[in-house]
């Protein structure tokens, strides 16, 4: 219920604010300039807060932060009072890989089979997907789109929401998914018995084994230069034995964590742990194994009945305490937008706003490798930013503008343009 709540508030704060809408009937689409933002205050993420400080767009990038910047031939765009942040990530989704979930038809996001590391997400990417532009107006810029399936489902892929085509798109971070195999009942009506589970989950680390080892044969082959058929499955998984490729491993339950870190410590492989919904369990254990941990959703139940209500939103917060290198996602498709809702969540009950913060910013950045170009507001990064009038963890703070590499987004989607179409029923006369 609180999640449909804030996601009502929230579109209607997005309706109030300053838009670029279509004008006459006239399309304004994303375009690029040189773009100076006077008397803003930029919340840099890496650098502290900077007031009255200007920061000039140029050429897609940040050329310069500074006080009384020369205007020259810039567009000016006025930020008095208002306050500029990098563009949050959001680091796990299926945004763009599904039109509405309800529909069959709008999903491409599942292959068949347990093992196709091979398939790429970036290609099945839809750029005119509508959740795209709803996502971008809140100030989400940065997605990792990722597949769902089997135990290797494929390879996800980090997009920026501003481009024609997929590769236009692209963030350039991959990484191969894979579904840890449960040993926890699957929810309250899983009538198996512990035993029953046990060997199952047994059967399937023996066949996730099993696939590893082929995988570390045909990499041994190929390195010695013997003769291969074609085997993309494996081809994609010596990536990840080469550490061409990280490891993305989806776990949830507590024990399954436990399991997985055994796991992983007999491979030496790249790896971050994704979900971790009972993370808050194993806390000390995960920040001893250094491996990076990306969890969420925060806006969701406690994976069970006998857990606090809260247990969801307080979990990022015990990961933070013990040491964990923390970022946040939504796990979600038609709701990406509700990130900064998610993370607002995680700062109120314990993370705190400037962890908080870094965990949909930086931290996301250094895990996908792109720390250099986005993340933060620093001179020479990618000019991903957003212009809010308050806290973008609160529902009335309207963001009222949007850069994603130097482009101005319009402030426009579905959502608002349907609001304003039913805003005035009133029939006029015909002239």
Known sequence: MKKIIFSLLFIICLFKADLFAQIDGE????????????????????????????????DGKI?????????????????????????????????????????????????????????????????????IPVTRVSGVTTVLTQPRGGYFPGTAALIQLNG?????????????????????????????????????????????????????????????????????????????????LPLFIEVNAAKDIIAALEWVKEKNLEVVLTGVAEGWKVAEKLAASKIPVITGPVLTLPTRASDKY????????????????????????????????????AAAYGLGVEATLKSITINAAEIFKVDDRLGSLEVGKNATLFIADGDPFEPKTQVEQVFINGYRIPMTNRHIRLYQEFLDREMKPAE
């Open 63 to 131: 050329a310069a932060i500074g006080q009384n910047l020369a205007p020259q031939n810039y567009t000016l765009v006025d930020c008095s009072g208002k306050s500029v942040y990098p563009g949050f990530i959001d680091s796990g989704t299926s945004l763009g890989l599904v039109e509405v979930n309800s529909l069959p038809e709008t999903q491409d996001f599942m292959e068949l089979g347990k093992l196709t590391p091979q398939m790429q997400a970036l290609t099945a990417v839809n750029p005119n997907a509508v959740a």
């Open 310 to 345: 809260d247990v969801a939103y307080t979990n990022a917060a015990a990961l933070h305490k013990a040491g964990v290198k923390l970022a946040l996602r939504t796990q979600d498709t038609e709701n990406v937008r509700n990130l900064p809702f998610h993370a607002g969540f």
């Open 27 to 58: 399309v304004v689409k994303p375009y690029k300039a040189d773009f100076l933002l006077q008397n803003a205050r930029v919340v840099t993420v890496t650098q502290g807060i900077l007031e009255d400080t200007d920061l000039l767009i140029k």
């Open 164 to 244: 024609y085509t997929p590769d236009q798109m692209d963030a350039g971070f991959r990484a191969v998914i894979m579904n840890f195999p449960s040993a926890a009942k699957s929810g309250d009506y899983d009538s198996r018995s512990e035993e029953t589970i046990q060997k199952e989950a047994q059967k399937k680390r023996d066949e996730i084994d099993e696939i590893w080892k082929k995988a570390a044969n045909y990499l041994s082959i190929k390195e010695k230069g013997g003769q291969l058929n074609y085997y993309p499955e494996m081809e994609q998984l010596s990536k990840v034995l080469k550490k061409e």
